[in-house]
């Protein structure tokens, strides 16, 4: 692995002169949190590449410690999202929350895929990885909503009134 780097920094030492030079156009400022999330991204990559391949990337360490990572986002995520105001941006209020939640689902969703169905034989991974959606949602096979829905329009409730605790007009 070290004989790749020295003839690509030798490659990288030579392009350089040739990079156009260009002025700073002042008032720009460092971004602390994006210099800080780039590298926290990239030493999770690291981590999790070395990790996975000291203990494979079915073993149980690996399977857990990115799953308890998973949940973690997911759970900051929500978190997050259950801090947004009235009336806040998209941007800053809502899109952090949005995304941890969805980095959150992105690994443990997975993971938990992969630790269900590697604890059966070859011939039983099929019917695990089937059984294991529903199994996660008790509520909707028991009858009992997995989330509240909005009331249909009727008697009680007339056409362009609020709902009431949705926040939704009819």
Known sequence: MFLVNPPLIAIMLV???RLPASQ???GGRVDYRGALLVTAAIAALIFGLS???QHG???AETIKLVLVLGLAAMAAGQAWLAQVAAGSGYL????PGLVLTALGIGLALPTASIAITSGVHGRDQGLAGALSPPASRPGRRSGWPSW???PRPGPRIRPGRWWP???CRS
């Open 24 to 26: 700073a156009t002042g």
């Open 15 to 17: 392009l350089i002169p």
């Open 92 to 95: 800053p209020s809502v899109l």
């Open 51 to 53: 990790t996975g391949q």
């Open 148 to 150: 509240p829905r909005p």
């Open 57 to 59: 990337f079915s073993g």
């Open 165 to 167: 605790g949705t926040g």
